[in-house]
């Protein structure tokens, strides 16, 4: 589980890095449009692109440090042990529903031949990183559902 912690955390940080040099291309992009009237060439293509490398590597670290939205307005006055094993129902039900979405990636991804219109970037990097981001995912859930599970069985529930 170790792994899997470090493993997110690391591509998380490659989403951050991407995040900021989106940013830094937009702002250059609005920069040349507006004030040396020269944009950059595929600048929207390239965030685009970027946007993929952004959300896909940090979806199992936003997992890990349970970083999701929830709305627990019930669930809170509920005994802990009881809190734990709707929480391990969800995240099964998770699991079971990026397991097909990883899986239909995949199957996509071994097809994949276009490339962008403008600038041509070959589109089928994009794809497995996606797939990555939704594997890694699935293995960051089945970690806290591992976690979960310990938390019952040693009764650390209090």
């Known amino acids: 589980m170790r792994i899997i912690r470090s493993l997110s955390r690391l591509l998380g940080y490659v989403a951050t890095v991407m995040m900021g040099l989106m940013t830094l291309l937009t702002v250059v992009d609005v920069f040349m449009r507006y004030v040396l009237n020269a944009p950059i060439t595929g600048a929207t293509e390239v965030s685009e692109l970027m946007m993929v490398v952004l959300v896909f590597p940090a979806l199992a670290w936003i997992a890990i440090d349970r970083s ?3 709305v627990d307005l019930l669930v809170v006055k ?9 929480e391990i129902i969800t995240l099964l039900l998770a699991l079971g529903t990026y397991a097909i979405i990883t899986w239909q990636s995949f199957l996509e991804s071994m097809e ?3 490339a962008t219109s403008l600038l041509e970037v070959p589109e089928a990097p994009f794809h497995w990183i996606m797939t990555l981001g939704f594997a890694v995912l699935c293995l960051a859930i089945l970690s806290l559902m591992v ?3 310990a938390t019952i069985v040693k009764g650390e529930t209090r």
Do not use: D, Y
Not at 78 to 86: A, D, F, T
């Open 112 to 114: 994949v031949r276009e």
């Open 147 to 149: 976690e979960n599970v």
């Open 68 to 70: 999701h939205i929830r």
């Open 78 to 86: 509920w005994p802990r042990r009881v809190q734990l094993m709707v």
